[in-house]
């Protein structure tokens, strides 16, 4: 019987790097000859933001796992079941079955869980964040006891990922670097006055920052411009008109938004998230300490006004960060790294 992967993902709709991610990974799979599907609890659940079109499954393991992994929510898995008979008629997924030989691909922060869920099979862990990581893995030693027993691999995308594995003695761990598809971003030489931001993970200071900004009148006629609630497409157009934008980043892994903002040929001010220290620094951009909202204004109000009085350091440092992002992060070292985690997990346990 031929070995099987089941990628767990979560059943939100919403827009997501993360479930995008978790889709490309089985498209991967299945375009190198392996069996692989992206595993769902609920049998019409799908991430219909994703490009791929294949055939998906569904287990109700989060049920299965529920009461005892997270004893406060019994209501709310009570009603997750009430709605997982309700759609069973309208399934878009096969239901899954476990056999002995399956290999299930958990994302970080559902390790806990999963490892209840499927006590019996091998695992690879998927880290797309350190923060998910960590806290998951203290929710195994609470609950499971050995939160490290059946894992055959570890899929980390970036340092901060791997860091935090190695800190808690996991092994045989493959770094993956994902990437968005920065082929939509246009690095346009001739910017605009325009200062872009994301509120996702910062609303308040967003709030703060663009309000300290228009008032105290240090950006002339730079427009600020809020990218929320925006399509693709539209999110790729403000970031290759915009010269300037401001990282809101908050506990990243890689944080896309600043990759997509510098592969934009934008000018980054502010927040790393930490994660994206790997590729945002000095040299790529201006990074403001965590939390100094202070000083995050007035570098975007310094960079404005040394920009109109000298741009060449700061257009090669444009360049410069968008370069690196899409020389270490396309999709060409995704799928290779990918598929050599995978080859070497497969030698461990065929050996």
Known sequence: ?????????????????????????????????????????????????SPHKFETAYFSWRLRAGNYVDRSRRVRFRAELERLFATLKAARNIPYEPRPDDIIITPDHLTH????????????????N????????????LYNGAPLEGVVG???I?????????????????????????????????KQRKICYM???????????????????NIGDYELVCIDGMNQKEVAQHLAEGRFFISLMRNEALGFPAMEAMASGCIVIGYTGLGTEEYFDSDSGVPVSEGNTVGLVK??????????????????????ANDRVRRRYNPEVFRSSLLSAIDGIERRLDS
């Open 199 to 217: 509120p996702r993970k910062r609303r308040f200071e967003a709030e703060l920052i663009d309000q300290a900004l228009r008032a105290r009148g």
């Open 299 to 320: 570098a975007v109000e310094h960079a404005v006004a040394d920009y109109d009085a000298n741009p060449d350091p700061w257009d090669r440092m444009r360049q410069l």
């Open 154 to 156: 570890n899929l980390a």
């Open 1 to 49: 019987m031929s070995r099987r992967y089941f990628v767990v993902c979560t059943d939100s709709p919403a827009a997501s790097g993360g479930r995008a991610v978790l889709y490309d990974t089985v498209a991967l799979l299945r375009e190198s000859g392996r069996d692989a599907y992206v595993l769902h609890m609920l049998p019409n659940a799908q991430y219909s933001l």
């Open 158 to 190: 970036s340092d901060t990922c791997i860091g935090a594995m190695e800190l808690v003695g996991a092994t045989h761990i493959d770094r993956v670097p994902v990437c968005p598809n920065l082929e939509i971003f246009d690095p346009k030489q001739k």
């Open 113 to 128: 869980a999963v490892q209840w869920a499927f006590p019996d099979l091998a695992r690879i862990v998927f880290s797309q």
């Open 130 to 141: 350190s923060f998910g990581y960590l806290r998951s893995h203290k929710l195994g030693q």
